[in-house]
Antibody
């Protein structure tokens, strides 16, 4: 059974940094693209970043480009999101999701339970 | 980047049919995926591709598309279908970015 478990969220001051982790199990992690998706309190879903199977391709939503870095360690079956220069508007629940290719696009077929990041002084 | 627009809320009587629409230019070129999210829970994939449902998703969920509009139809809505629904698609061929719709709250009366 596929499991994705996020960790690393918490309270951080504006301008601070945080690293989120996502531990994957139940599938061959190195075979899949992975993504981070966030949801601000009471708001909708927002795609944040993708990474390909070997970590050689990354893509980001414009609002986090240059501040966030997605990475992975296939030996540890883990996905990461390094977040720098955090802003109040980055406050959200951050989900990791598996992102297989299908029909010319990607679906997010499994999701973790999410980890809350709060940026506030 | 593209935007995907959904109606904020719709309601449906128990056992009746409801359609949720998603509009955006990128939908002319790419299939839409649909997610269901209940309060306090992570989203769940309900439909992808032409009309594919993951294991465990009932066949009362179906999709259609026309031009820049994709639709998710729930035929014979059940109480457990009350949730927020989000569409999602690729942004454009120029970049591997993805965009979610604004979300639709479905209330089953």
């Amino acid at each position: 059974e596929v499991h994705l478990v996020e960790s690393g969220g918490g309270l951080v001051q504006p301008g601070g940094s945080l690293r989120l982790s996502c531990a994957a199990s139940g599938f061959t992690f190195s075979d899949y693209w992975m993504s981070w998706v966030r949801q601000a309190p009471g708001k909708g879903l927002e795609w944040v970043a993708n990474i390909n199977q070997d970590g050689s391709e990354e893509s980001y939503v414009e609002s986090v480009k240059g501040r966030f870095t997605i990475s992975r360690d296939n030996a540890k079956n883990s996905l990461y999101l390094h977040m720098n220069s955090l802003r109040a508007e980055d406050t959200a629940v951050y989900y990791c999701a598996r992102a297989p290719y299908s029909y010319g696009t990607r679906s997010f077929d499994y999701w973790g339970q999410g980890t809350l990041v709060t940026v506030s002084s | 980047s593209s935007e995907l627009t959904q109606d904020p809320a719709v309601s449906v009587a128990l056992g009746q049919t409801v359609r949720i629409t998603c509009q955006g230019d990128s939908l002319r070129n790419y299939y839409t995926t649909w997610y269901q999210q209940k309060p306090g829970q992570a989203p769940v994939l309900v439909i992808y591709g032409k009309n594919n449902r993951p294991s465990g998703i009932p066949d009362r969920f179906s999709v259609s598309r026309s031009g820049n509009t994709a639709s998710l139809t729930i035929t014979g809505a059940q109480a457990e279908d009350e949730a927020d629904y989000y569409c999602n698609s690729r942004d454009s061929s120029d970049n591997p970015h993805f965009v979610f719709g604004t979300g639709t709250k479905v209330t089953v009366l």
